[in-house]
């Protein structure tokens, strides 16, 4: 996708571009919104650790000095703004919704900055919610973004499929834990993106290993693996590892994520970011 894409294929002349190829049309940002790069963290399933990688992606490239945004699509389970201890609804005015900004100047949006209560479920069906994920493309006022992160939905189903159609997503961040890489679950991931014609950048193996902090023997908690060897089947060319790390749970479910500790994304950060 070009720099300058605005997103309408009608009128552009890049006939390598993965958008185009796709045969679909993007929606329109916000003509208030200039973003740059837009990479999506997608895991086969729930709870393998697609937020904290988002979060921790996102706290990078701010740290080196990037405009940066979080695009929350996990609309029905939403865990971002507990990450960044954001409590403070996003407000509109007459150009958009505004996002909420994190301590260090990370831009979120995210369904639970709209609900009244961040305890109220989301008991929409499929298509409502896929609307709500656009909106946040279209109807958020990001102003100027060099990278945008997008959590997405977990899984291979319908949302997800919205969300690929509908935004100019560069690439894909795929995150597994051991268990899953012997499973059948990134093998869908990796079909899905492929279908919609986005590269899947790299392979993140989340609760890699645990090191113990009495011993500093490593230990396989959920079996050893070989990430390598999965990224090597799937045309994946990088692949990160990060440890079950009790002070990423405290950092994450605390709020304090910004200040995380760690250099397990700093070689994939550096591609991403380049
Ligand atoms: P998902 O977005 O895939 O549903 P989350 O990122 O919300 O998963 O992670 C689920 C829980 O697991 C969170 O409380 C998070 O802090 C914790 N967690 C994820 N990865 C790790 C890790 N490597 N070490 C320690 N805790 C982790």
Not at 92 to 113: C, F, R, Y
Not at 132 to 146: L, M, P, S
Not at 209 to 216: H, R
């Amino acid at each position: 996708m070009s720099e300058s894409c605005n997103h309408q294929c009608d009128s552009c002349d890049q006939n390598n571009c993965s958008s185009r190829n796709a045969g679909i049309q993007k929606a329109p940002a916000n003509p208030s919104s200039h973003i740059k790069k837009v990479y999506a963290i997608m895991s086969g399933k729930g709870g393998v650790g697609k937020s904290l990688i988002t979060a921790l992606l996102a706290v990078l490239a701010k740290r080196r000095g990037f405009n940066t945004a979080i695009l929350d699509g996990d609309i029905t389970g939403p865990s971002i703004p507990r990450m960044f201890n954001l409590h403070t609804k996003a407000r509109a005015d007459q150009v958009g919704i505004l996002p909420v900004e994190t301590k260090t100047g990370i831009q979120v949006m995210s369904m639970n900055l709209l609900l009244k209560n961040e305890t109220d479920p989301v008991v929409w069906r499929g298509p409502v919610i896929g609307g709500a994920v656009k909106q946040f493309w279209t109807d958020v006022v990001w102003g100027d973004i060099d990278v945008m992160f997008i959590d997405m939905p977990p899984g291979t189903g319908d949302v997800a499929l919205t969300l690929f159609q509908s935004l100019p997503v560069d690439g894909v961040i795929l995150v597994t834990t051991p268990q899953d890489l012997v499973s059948m679950i990134v093998e869908k991931a990796v079909k899905m993106a492929g279908l919609m014609n986005i590269p899947v950048l790299a392979l993140v193996e989340n609760m890699s290993y645990f090191t113990c902090p009495d011993c500093n023997k490593t230990f396989h908690p959920f079996g050893e693996s070989n990430p390598e060897e999965t990224a090597k089947a799937f045309g994946i060319s990088k692949v990160a590892r990060i440890p079950v790390n009790p002070k990423l749970t405290a950092a994450s479910d605390k709020g304090m994520i910004e200040l995380f500790e760690g250099n397990w994304l700093n070689e994939l950060a550096n591609e991403l970011l380049d």
